[in-house]
T-cell receptor, first 114, second 115 residues
Framework: TQLLEQSPQFLSIQEGENLTVYCNSS?????LQWYRQEPGEGPVLLVT?????EVKKLKRLTFQFGDARKDSSLHITAAQPGDTGLYLC??????????????FGTGTLLAVQP | DTEVTQTPKHLVMGMTNKKSLKCEQH?????MYWYKQKAKKPPELMFV?????LSINESVPSRFSPECPNSSLLNLHLHALQPEDSALYLC?????WGSGNTEAFFGQGTRLTVV
């Protein structure tokens, strides 16, 4: 069974602080996606990383895919209250695998206090 | 149009009621999904439709019945639900299924309360 463990599970920080969320697995993924979900809304895709070691930046957010394509991290610089939400990583199994389902991580609930 | 539209946004139903959730997308996506999500937890996959055919049923109880009338529409028919079925029900679509195009576009969800 493929599992994606996220840490930390909960994070409450002050505006302006930096933070990193980790997404770890013992399985290899063909790609990994990060979503943010605000209260009462559906998850919104932030980024997809495909190549081992890949780094992508989206304004104050930096995403990295591990060299072995088993893990990923999300770093937020100078967090703002608008960054508050549930962050989910999701891995796509390797092509030709037994299943093509997206595997969602356990989630990280972030609260940024003004 | 990059939206997945779900209706209704909120639904309260009794355990003997029959209701339906609706989902629509006009992005030409060929895969559509139903997920169930409890508070502060990740979404749990229920059903996958690929090219209007049911590809995956994650051992969902028969009181949930999906339907895909055409490539743009996905319904979830509900009957004789239990209070523990109360949750946020999310519809999603992706360009493909099994082709590497797994980036999911989610609707806003239907907040379902079973009383």
């Amino acid at each position: 069974t493929q599992l994606l463990e996220q840490s930390p599970q909960f994070l409450s920080i002050q505006e302006g602080e930096n933070l990193t969320v980790y997404c770890n697995s013992s399985s290899v993924f063909s790609s990994l996606q990060w979503y943010r979900q605000e209260p009462g809304e559906g998850p919104v895709l932030l980024v997809t990383v495909v190549t081992g070691g890949e780094v992508k930046k989206l304004k104050r957010l930096t995403f990295q895919f591990g060299d072995a394509r088993k893990d990923s991290s999300l770093h937020i610089t100078a967090a703002q209250p608008g960054d508050t939400g549930l962050y989910l990583c999701a891995g796509a199994p390797p092509y030709g695998g037994a299943t093509n389902k997206l595997i969602f991580g356990t989630g990280t609930l972030l609260a940024v206090q003004p | 149009d990059t939206e997945v539209t779900q209706t209704p946004k909120h639904l309260v139903m009794g355990m003997t009621n029959k209701k339906s959730l609706k989902c629509e997308q006009h992005m030409g996506h060929r895969a559509m999904y139903w997920y169930k999500q409890k508070a502060k937890k990740p979404p749990e996959l229920m059903f996958v439709y690929s090219y209007e055919k049911l590809s995956i049923n994650e051992s969902v109880p028969s009181r949930f019945s999906p339907e895909c009338p055409n490539s743009s529409l996905l319904n979830l028919h509900l009957h004789a639900l239990q209070p523990e079925d109360s949750a946020l029900y999310l519809c999603a679509s992706s360009q493909g299924w099994g082709s590497g195009n797994t980036e999911a576009f989610f609707g806003q969800g239907t907040r379902l309360t079973v009383v």
